[in-house]
């Protein structure tokens, strides 16, 4: 049974930094690419980030890129996302996804099969 997890998230001031975990188990790590999304209150969720199989390509929306970044460890089964600079719209519950598109990665979020519950992040003003 596959199981995708998040950790990390919490309370944090403006300008701070959060580094989110997702652990995946019950499948073949490396065979899957991976994502970040998040979902703010009345608004729709939005892809954060994307890491290829071996994590040698990325992709991010141009709301996030230069603040955020994604890595993995495959020997781990774990994805991370480092949160720079945060902001209050940044707040939101932020999902792992895994996707079993090879050799890239996609914001797409119709492409993910397996997600996890989420970790809320707060960022205060």
């Known amino acids: 049974q596959v199981q995708v997890v998040e950790s990390g998230g919490g309370l944090v001031q403006a300008g701070g930094s959060l580094r989110l975990s997702c652990i995946a188990t019950g499948l073949t790590f490396d065979a899957y690419s991976m994502g970040w999304f998040r979902q703010a209150p009345g608004k729709e969720r939005e892809g954060v980030g994307c890491i290829s199989q071996y994590g040698s390509i990325t992709h991010y929306p141009d709301s996030v890129k230069g603040r955020f970044t994604i890595s993995r460890d495959n020997a781990k089964n774990t994805m991370y996302l480092q949160m720079n600079s945060l902001k209050p719209e940044n707040t939101a519950m932020y999902y792992c996804?895994?996707?079993?598109?090879?050799?890239?990665?996609?914001?797409?979020?119709?492409?993910?099969?397996?997600w996890g519950q989420g970790t809320q992040v707060t960022v205060s003003s």
């Open positions: 996804a895994a996707s079993p598109l090879r050799f890239t990665c996609t914001l797409a979020q119709g492409r993910y099969d397996h």
